[in-house]
């Protein structure tokens, strides 16, 4: 079926940096929307940033002019670099694929979410 494995997650000091990678595996043919969200304890998960296939971007307030994401299509990753952080955005990021798969009996569409990574922003 469909994977995707995160990583880069961590402790940083505020003003550092991260970047986030999301690598979907399996029997994809091609992706769509990609997405990162993130939650903090108690609260409701909440989009960070997407990118589709055409390469439209869509950043949450509090991402804008600090976090970038981008994707490599042929690797069927996308990233999220997250600079200038803040004790507020320390949280478990998570990313979201849409992607259309061959399966024994077909071929299928369907989002995926990966398996979640924190980010911890502390002095």
């Known amino acids: 079926q469909v994977q995707l494995v995160e990583s880069g997650g961590g402790l940083v000091e505020p003003g550092g940096s991260l970047k986030l990678s999301c690598a979907a595996s399996?029997?994809?043919?091609?992706?769509?929307?990609m997405a990162w969200y993130r939650q903090e304890p108690g609260k409701q998960r909440e989009l960070v940033a997407s990118?589709?296939?055409?390469?439209?971007?869509v950043y949450a307030e509090s991402a804008k002019g600090r976090f970038t994401i981008s994707r490599d299509t042929v690797a069927n990753t996308v990233y999220l670099q997250l600079n200038a952080l803040k004790p507020e955005d320390t949280a478990v990021y998570y990313c979201?694929?849409?992607?259309?798969?061959?399966?024994?009996?077909?071929?299928?569409?369907?989002?995926?979410w990966g398996q979640g990574t924190q980010v911890t922003v502390s002095s």
């Open positions: 399996g029997t994809i043919l091609n992706t769509n929307l």
């Open positions: 979201n694929v849409e992607v259309k798969y061959r399966q024994y009996n077909g071929i299928k569409r369907g989002a995926f």
């Open positions: 990118v589709n296939s055409g390469g439209y971007i």
